[in-house]
């Protein structure tokens, strides 16, 4: 029988830790797909559970399909470890630590001095992070 829930998270996942939530699935036998807006995975993929949980906002809901004899011990797994991802403390990346704000002043004033194709991925790289 076929089990669904929603879960609602609170921020994405980093590499590590969906390496880590990967390799916790893969020790039960039920299978287990993940779903977001258009994106689906099989949780026991990392690649595809890479372009599900590294795109999460705040407030996202997933939706996880799980279907097999062990299911409702794969989905308290699931729920345990997403709420130990949500209280870790993240160590902050230089990003971080500067704030994005004077990133981006840093970068967009020192534009006229860089080559037009660093140019270009600064551009790049500020479009992206404003959205």
Do not use: C
Not at 27 to 39: I, L, P, Q, R
Not at 63 to 86: I, N, P, Q, Y
Not at 104 to 129: C, F, G, I
């Amino acid at each position: 029988m076929e089990q669904l829930e929603t879960l609602s998270l609170g921020k994405g996942l980093s590499v590590q830790k969906i390496i880590e939530f990967v390799h916790l699935l893969e020790h039960y036998d039920s299978d287990v797909f993940f779903e977001k807006k258009h994106a689906a995975a099989n949780g026991k993929s990392t690649l595809g559970m890479m372009s599900v949980f590294t795109t999460i906002r705040i407030g996202d809901k997933v939706h996880m399909r799980v279907k097999g004899e062990d299911a409702s011990s794969l989905r308290s797994a699931v729920r345990t470890f997403l709420d130990d991802v949500e209280r870790e403390e993240e160590q902050l990346g230089y990003w971080e630590e500067e704030g994005a704000e004077t990133v981006e002043q840093a970068m967009t004033a020192s534009l006229n001095s860089w080559t037009p194709d660093v140019r270009h991925v600064a551009k790049s790289y500020l479009k992206t992070t404003r959205q």
